[in-house]
Antibody
Framework: QVHLQESGPGLVRPSGTLSLTCAVS?????????WSWVRQPPGKGLEWIGE???????NYNPSLKSRVTMSVDKSKNHLSLEVSSVTAADTAVYYC????????????WGQGTLVTVSS | EIVLTQSPGTLSLSPGERATLSCRIS???????LAWYQQKPGQPPRLLIF???SRATGIPDRFSGSGSGTDFTLTISRLEPEDFAVYYC?????????FGQGTKLEIK
């Protein structure tokens, strides 16, 4: 049973950089899976941010691509997300999720962490 | 960009009734690239269906998915009290995932 746990600052200043990590337990980030980040503004729907493979290969949502960096740390078995030049529109619950093997869908999700962008 | 439109926005039904949720895609996709999720307040989404019609591990058989091309459906055959939640469809194409805006299933 894979367990994902997001962590990071709950408050980020406008124009700053949002940095989150996702600790993976019960599985390895080096397995043959893609790992995604998804966010959800309060009271709104889901937005896919991007995905990363253990090789470091990434795919980003074009709407965020210029501000997003994702990486994998195999030694710590965790994922990282950075979003730069944040505004209030980046306020959301941020989730990490694991792609189901050989299919489309995210079968394991973290509980999510709320990040508020405010001065 | 592929757009997913879910209908209705809100569906009011009673326990025991049948729920039919629609997801319309702006362009034809492979059925293998369509998934459905359930989300309850304060919780992450839960994968229900992948590949348009395959139930994820542990999902009761009252949940079923169908459809092809641009029109997909999630059916809940007999609603249980725990099924009242928000449901999202998701597609993958061109190295990009997109979600529908969600259907809220509420108790009538």
């Amino acid at each position: 049973q894979v367990h994902l746990q997001e962590s990071g600052p709950g408050l980020v200043r406008p124009s700053g950089t949002l940095s989150l990590t996702c600790a993976v337990s019960g599985g390895s980030v080096s397995s043959s899976n893609w790992w995604s980040w998804v966010r959800q503004p309060p009271g709104k729907g889901l937005e896919w941010i991007g995905e990363v493979y253990h090789s470091g290969t990434t795919n980003y949502n074009p709407s965020l691509k210029s501000r997003v960096t994702m990486s994998v740390d195999k030694s710590k078995n965790h994922l990282s997300l950075e979003v730069s030049s944040v505004t209030a529109a980046d306020t959301a619950v941020y989730y990490c999720a694991k792609s189901i093997a050989g299919a489309i869908g995210f079968d394991y999700w973290g509980q999510g962490t709320l990040v508020t962008v405010s001065s | 960009e592929i757009v997913l439109t879910q209908s209705p926005g809100t569906l009011s039904l009673s326990p025991g009734e049948r729920a039919t949720l629609s997801c319309r895609i702006s362009q034809s996709i492979s059925s293998s690239n369509l998934a459905w999720y359930q989300q309850k307040p304060g919780q992450p989404p839960r994968l229900l269906i992948f590949g348009a019609s395959s139930r994820a591990t542990g999902i009761p058989d009252r949940f079923s998915g169908s459809g092809s091309g641009t029109d997909f459906t999630l059916t809940i055959s007999r609603l249980e009290p725990e099924d009242f939640a928000v449901y999202y469809c998701q597609q993958y194409g061109g190295s990009l995932y997109t979600f529908g805006q969600g259907t809220k299933l509420e108790i009538k």
